[in-house]
Structures are given as C-alpha cells and as structure tokens.
C-alpha cells in the first residue's frame, strides 16, 4: 500500500452460510441461492442430515441452527460422495465416470411436492 492511500476494508462477514448444491457440486451462499430459486419449487434435499424435510432455500440466513444445519448438509453430502467413490475405487471401472447414467450425481437433490417446514429460531 502506497502512503497516503486508503488500506481496503472487507465488506464484513456473510448474512448466510455456504451450502453444497449436490447437482451442481458448488458451494453458494445460502441467501442468493434462495434468491435464484424463488418463485420455483426449491430442490429437497434427501442428504443423510436433511433426510428430505429441507429444502436448499432454508439457508437464507445465520439466525437459529441454520449454520449448523448447513455445515451438517455439506458434511452429509461430501461422505456421501467419498463413500461413492470409495466404492467405485474398490471395485474397480463398474461405476467409472463414463458408465454413469447422465444426471447421476451422489446426494443429489430432488425436487418434492413436500411443504418444507420452517426453521426453529
């Protein structure tokens, strides 16, 4: 920094927490992702730690556990994909990447009818 000039500042810390959007194996900030997905059916998530009662749009902000259930998403949703590939590593090319069906993606996220209950404060 050259004397006299202005030091950058950050813009402070994130309003939401990142989450994992399996389909597009992504991290987003959880409040414009809910953004992107307003007016549409948000995607359900069916991860060992949202068990299909939330959706990806539930993370708009840190209030309550939404941080918590977040990191706990994204925690799901890795292992789940370690474990695939852990298991595609063991027996060999059956699963190889070439073989997968198109849109197969581990932990991926389903669209559901399902009315998402909303989060505790």
Not at 3 to 21: D, I, R, Y
Not at 23 to 43: I, N, T, Y
Request: proline share 7%.
């Amino acid at each position: 920094m050259a004397p006299g000039e202005k030091a950058k500042t950050s813009k402070g810390f994130s309003t939401s927490p990142h989450v994992l959007f399996a389909e597009l194996m992504d991290f987003f900030l959880g409040r414009p992702l809910a953004g992107r997905l307003a007016g549409a059916e948000a995607p359900v998530c069916s991860c060992a730690a949202c068990e299909g009662l939330w959706a990806l749009d539930a993370f708009a902000g840190n209030e309550g556990e939404r941080q918590a259930r977040a990191a706990a998403h994204n925690v799901a949703v890795l292992m789940e994909w370690l474990r695939t590939l852990a298991a595609v590593a063991c027996s060999g090319s059956a699963l190889s990447p070439r073989r997968m069906p198109i849109g197969t993606v581990p932990g991926a996220v389903q669209a559901s009818s399902s009315v998402v209950p909303p989060l505790g404060d």
